[in-house]
């Protein structure tokens, strides 16, 4: 039967979190699976159709209270979840040798090569062009006139190929019934995702924390808590998750599509309370469960076959070497800033507005969800770090984030009292956050006069008090 469940751990919190990935890649196929796979959220017409979807009526709601999470302190549980879908495994699981590579490695392969291939093209048309006399230029013009409706009619049949393939492999996104593009298998892209897997077990091999760890028990058990409080999703109980902790100070986590979860001890050391790494975790989990990763590959790869022909018009147009690199540079970044930067965005919204709902079935307080953008906006401003316009980022802004998801909580509350979990106690962490930048304000400005010339404004000492 479907049950809503609430979390039980012991812990403390205080948390930052860049979604993502290291961006040192090794060699060029690395960097190739790794954006391929990496993602770096548009609003959903259909996210819940009702909230008796979310949780059945037979939910005995558990009594206690869901406290704090104290990382340093965490005990071994002393009891077993057999119903939590948790892998844990530490060997390498590398393909066979002679397996043929993933249609996707294929495309990553060969798309150096198709761009090569666009500009040997285009600069050989221009110095074709070039090198005709004159008086058959003008006669390849009559010719091109007298036969336009022919030319034109060929140009409109491949641009009706290209509209029917993209309607022709739109699939609807889980969850949300979102209408995307999906050119990959989903077998392919698993394998590709094991290829990675392998990739960072390989690099992190030195780092990774025994099961015995409390950070790893902590990350376990929220993971565990999540899989199993939203088990009634049929993604979710499809994949099997497999918990690694490193010890790496970067603030990190990411989750691979084959389930993957990596969680960076640098996370655990910035988050502040249990209830917002349940929703850090829980929006990574639904990258992996949305298939973001092939989505955004598809439509990476989509995009890229159509630039080839612009590619090959720019450098058989462009009456110099020189002016064409920089027309195709223009045209990557058009392509850049127009359709995967903001594409990027609407899928990181997707996943918060996923991810509340994970941590909504969870009994988590989905209000702290705000209150850590909020806090990763203050710490940006605290450290004078630039703040760049949204179109320049793959991500939300700090603010935008936080906005949307106050706007989502409400109804998340209302997913979450369907699950009859316990109710809310206390006041509002947004309210104590507010509070809190209030007097913390109050006294900086209080201190800035006297102590003006022996402190560097631009990064004052704070000492947050905990929610």
């Known amino acids: 039967r479907n049950r809503c469940q609430r979390l039980d751990l012991s812990g403390n919190d205080r948390n930052w979190f860049l979604t993502g990935k290291p961006d040192s890649y090794r060699n060029t196929t690395d960097k190739g699976l790794r954006c391929l796979l990496g993602v770096p959220h548009t609003s959903d017409r259909n996210a819940h159709h009702s909230l008796g979807r979310f949780c059945s009526q037979s939910f005995q709601p558990l009594g206690e209270k869901i406290h704090p999470l104290q990382i340093?302190?965490?005990?071994?549980?002393?009891?077993?979840?057999?119903?939590?879908?948790?892998?844990?495994?530490?060997?390498?699981h590398t393909s066979a040798s002679l397996q043929a590579a993933p249609v996707p490695l294929f495309w990553i392969i060969v798309k150096p090569a198709q761009k090569l291939f666009a500009i040997i093209l285009g600069r050989s048309i221009r110095k074709w062009w070039k090198a005709l006399p004159p008086n058959k230029r003008e006669l390849f013009k009559e010719s091109a006139r007298k036969n336009k409706w022919k030319i034109l009619l060929g140009v409109s049949s491949l641009g009706v190929v290209f509209v029917m393939f993209y309607f022709t492999h739109l699939e609807e996104t889980p969850i949300t019934g979102r209408a995307r593009l999906l050119?990959?298998?989903?077998e392919h892209f698993r394998e590709l995702s094991q290829m990675e897997y392998d990739m960072w077990m390989e690099q992190f091999k030195g780092q990774m924390l025994p099961e015995t760890d409390a950070r790893y028990q902590v990350v376990e058990r929220v993971v565990g808590h999540l899989s199993e409080s939203n088990k009634d999703i049929?993604?979710?109980?499809?994949?099997?998750?497999?918990?690694?902790?490193?010890?790496?100070?970067?603030?990190?986590?990411f989750v691979l599509p084959n389930g993957q979860v990596f969680v960076f001890t640098g996370l655990l050391d910035?988050?502040?309370?249990?209830?917002?790494?349940?929703?850090?975790?829980?929006?990574?989990?639904?990258?992996?469960?949305?298939?973001?990763?092939?989505?955004?590959?598809?439509?990476v790869h989509f995009l890229d076959f159509l630039s080839l022909i612009f590619l090959t018009m720019i450098w058989a147009i462009c009456p110099r070497d020189s002016l064409a690199v920089v027309g195709q540079w223009i045209q990557s970044k058009l392509q850049e800033f127009m359709f995967d930067r903001p594409y990027s965005r609407t899928l990181e919204a997707e996943a918060d507005k996923v991810g509340l709902q994970f941590a909504a079935k969870a009994c988590v307080d989905v209000r702290a969800s705000s209150v850590f953008w909020q806090q990763m906006e203050l710490a940006e401003t605290i450290q004078g770090q630039p703040k760049l316009p949204e179109w320049l980022s793959t991500h939300p802004s700090h603010e935008n984030r936080a906005e949307h998801?106050?706007?989502?909580?409400?109804?998340?509350?209302?997913?979450?009292?369907?699950?009859?979990?316990?109710?809310?106690?206390?006041?509002?962490?947004?309210?104590?956050?507010?509070?809190?930048?209030?007097h913390l304000l109050e006294s900086y400005k209080g201190r800035e006069a006297p102590n003006s010339t022996k402190q560097d404004p631009s990064k004052p000492k704070l000492d947050f008090p905990h929610t």
């Open 72 to 92: 340093s302190s965490v005990e071994q549980p002393s009891h077993h979840f057999p119903a939590w879908n948790i892998q844990i495994n530490r060997s390498f």
């Open 183 to 186: 050119v990959f298998g989903k």
């Open 234 to 253: 049929p993604q979710v109980a499809a994949l099997q998750w497999v918990i690694h902790v490193v010890d790496e100070p970067g603030v990190n986590a």
């Open 270 to 299: 910035a988050v502040s309370d249990i209830h917002q790494l349940s929703f850090i975790l829980g929006h990574e989990i639904a990258h992996a469960v949305l298939e973001h990763a092939a989505e955004k590959a598809s439509l």
């Open 405 to 438: 998801l106050d706007r989502l909580i409400p109804e998340a509350l209302k997913i979450r009292e369907s699950c009859n979990c316990p109710s809310l106690s206390g006041p509002d962490p947004r309210l104590i956050f507010r509070l809190n930048m209030q």
